[in-house]
């Protein structure tokens, strides 16, 4: 059974940081890509961060040089570091991993809810 568990969401002043993380279990996490998502309330969902088996790397244009993917393939774990947040990052934050070769094996985590307000 697959499943992804984020955790570290929560509210933190605009300009704060956060680090949001997904724990992986039942997948060959080294042969998948990581990545995280979020939808705001009355968007669509978007993509925020990707980083691949190979450790390759790919950011959303709104949070490039402020947020930073990474992965412990020791622990089967994806990691989110955000910085300088703003109140439009507010979202719920979903992980997704889909596998490198079978991009049909695609599995989401149930979400985080990150809230950046004063």
């Known amino acids: 059974q697959v499943q992804l568990v984020e955790s570290g969401g929560g509210l933190v002043q605009p300009g704060g940081s956060l680090r949001v993380s997904c724990a992986a279990s039942?997948?060959?996490?080294?042969?998948?890509?990581m990545g995280w998502y979020r939808q705001a309330p009355g968007k669509q969902r978007e993509l925020v961060a990707v980083i691949t088996s190979g450790g390759h790397t790919n950011y959303a244009d709104s949070v490039k040089g402020r947020f930073t993917i990474s992965r412990d393939n020791a622990r089967n774990t994806v990691y989110l570091q955000m910085n300088s947040l703003k109140p439009e990052d507010t979202a719920v934050y979903y992980c997704n991993a889909r596998h490198s070769l079978v991009p049909s094996n695609d599995f989401w985590g149930q979400g985080t809810q990150v809230t950046v307000s004063s």
């Open positions: 039942g997948i060959r996490f080294s042969l998948h890509t």
